[in-house]
């Protein structure tokens, strides 16, 4: 039963809670295409060694990304963003979870009942990740294999090079570096996640079920609605 549970979860709640261009305004969106202009140039003018264009690229790209930050910042733009996006989206995915256990007969007072569903969440997420035993393995292929191989790539890339250049290079390296990294944290997706997605969505699942047990009268205020 857990697991048709979880399946009804997946399609019902997770495939329809997904933020899109749509929900962007329109600096975001004017932000993303400078952010997408900007890196482009920069591999551009990298890779045909025109120290002006990069120097005119990275400028281009900080000066949207200060702004971006200046807008983002700004209270009214975060009240607004709460009021019109986290909010409601909150709210409707409550909604959507407390029916969805009533549905299935579980009792949202009743926190042994969801503290179950948790356990079998977490074992569920055992039984997905098939690739527990090679994490070791990975570890150690890491240190002793692609570290070193990093190393090489860097020294190489930087040998016989003149200050100025070092400095473009350790630059352009640092920017690669800082979008994926940004990459990364936006869409919080990793190697495990891609390869085991249920993990991923298990983990929400037992998010989702906390929050009906830490606001167990804003959960019985959706059964009203």
């Given at each position: 039963m857990f697991n048709s549970l979880y399946k009804q979860y997946k399609i019902e709640i997770l495939k329809t809670d997904s933020m899109s261009l749509k929900d962007l305004k329109p600096y975001e969106k004017l932000f993303l295409t400078f952010f997408i202009l900007g890196s482009?140039?920069?591999?551009?003018?990298?890779?045909?060694?025109?120290k002006v264009g990069i120097y005119i690229s990275f400028g281009f790209f900080f000066v949207c990304l200060i702004i971006f930050m200046f807008f983002s910042g700004k209270k009214t733009?975060?009240?607004?963003?709460?009021?019109?996006?986290?909010?409601?989206?909150?709210?409707t995915r409550m909604k959507k979870m407390v029916s969805l256990l009533k549905e299935y007969g579980v009792d949202i007072s009743e926190e042994k009942q969801l503290e179950q569903l948790i356990i079998y969440a977490k074992m569920e997420q055992d039984v997905?990740?098939?690739?527990?035993?090679?994490?070791?393995?990975?570890?150690?292929?890491?240190?002793?294999?692609?570290?070193?191989?990093?190393?090489?790539?860097?020294?190489?890339?930087?040998?016989d090079v003149e200050l100025e250049m070092f400095?473009?290079?350790?630059?352009?390296?640092?920017?690669?570096?800082?979008?994926?990294?940004?990459?990364?944290?936006?869409?919080?997706?990793?190697?495990n996640d891609m390869l085991?997605?249920?993990?991923?969505?298990?983990?929400?699942f037992i998010r989702d079920i906390e929050d009906v047990k830490a606001f167990p009268a804003k959960a019985q205020e959706m059964i009203r609605t």
């Open positions: 482009i140039l920069i591999g551009i003018f990298s890779l045909l060694d025109i733009e975060q009240k607004r963003r709460f009021d019109e996006i986290i909010k409601p989206k909150a709210n997905y990740d098939v690739w527990k035993g090679l994490r070791k393995a990975t570890k150690g292929m890491a240190t002793y294999i692609i570290l070193p191989i990093i190393t090489i790539f860097l020294s190489e890339f930087f040998s400095l473009i290079r350790a630059g352009i390296l640092l920017f690669i570096g800082f979008i994926i990294v940004l990459l990364v944290c936006s869409f919080s997706i990793d190697i085991n997605p249920d993990i991923r969505d298990l983990e929400y």
